[in-house]
Structures are given as C-alpha cells and as structure tokens.
C-alpha cells in the first residue's frame, strides 16, 4: 500500500522558517521524482518545488526561489522542503507527491501518488 506523510508544518511568523517532510513507503521511492504543490483556500493547487529520482536536477515556482530548497533521502525514502523567508501569501496547505516523469515536471498530471497535506499558517 503505497503511503506519504507529510509533517512539519504549523503557525510561523512572517520571516520565519519550517522544515517539512514526505515519510513514504509502498512504492520504490529511489524511483521516482518527487515535488511538493500547495493549496491556498479558493486556489488551485499550484506547483512549489520538484527533484530528480537521484537529487541532481530540482525545479522550483519562480517565487520561491532563493527561500525554499527540496532535498530527498532515498534511503530514508523521505522528501523534504525547506522554507526560509516565509511570507504571508506562502501559507497554504502542502502535499508531497510522486510521479515516474524523468523531468522536475511541475504538471500534477504526472505524479501518481499523493499525500494527505500538512497545513502551514504565516502570521504577519
């Protein structure tokens, strides 16, 4: 049964910084590309951040750029997003997901997998 867990998220200040994380199991993590997207209330979910099956290739939202870093470790089958910077418009609610593209790809289409979602407040 494939499974990911998001965590780490929570109420943080404007300027402030979280550390989440995508916990997964039931499919051959190393694999596949793994991403993070964010839902705002009445919004779409939107792409944030992608990487590679080995780490070598990321692909960010252009206003996150220089805040945010996604990071994986394929032998603890996790993905994580660092957030740096935070600002009131980053608040959302984030879901990892994973996906057989060879490419950072920010489609939703292409990710098979998802998870439940971790909400992140920013309070100004």
């Known amino acids: 049964q494939v499974q990911l867990v998001e965590s780490g998220g929570g109420l943080v200040q404007a300027g402030g910084s979280l550390r989440l994380a995508c916990a997964t199991s039931?499919?051959?993590?190393?694999?596949?590309?793994m991403a993070w997207f964010r839902q705002a209330p009445g919004k779409e979910r939107e792409f944030v951040a992608a990487i590679m099956r080995n780490g070598g290739t990321t692909n960010y939202k252009y206003s996150v750029k220089g805040r945010f870093t996604i990071s994986r470790d394929n032998a603890k089958n996790t993905v994580y997003l660092q957030m740096n910077s935070l600002k009131s418009e980053d608040a959302a609610v984030y879901y990892c997901?994973?996906?057989?593209?060879?490419?950072?790809?920010?489609?939703?289409?292409?990710?098979?997998?998802w998870g439940q979602g971790t909400q992140v407040t920013v309070s100004e």
């Open positions: 039931g499919f051959t993590f190393g694999n596949y590309t």
């Open positions: 997901a994973g996906g057989r593209a060879v490419w950072p790809t920010v489609s939703r289409s292409e990710y098979d997998f």
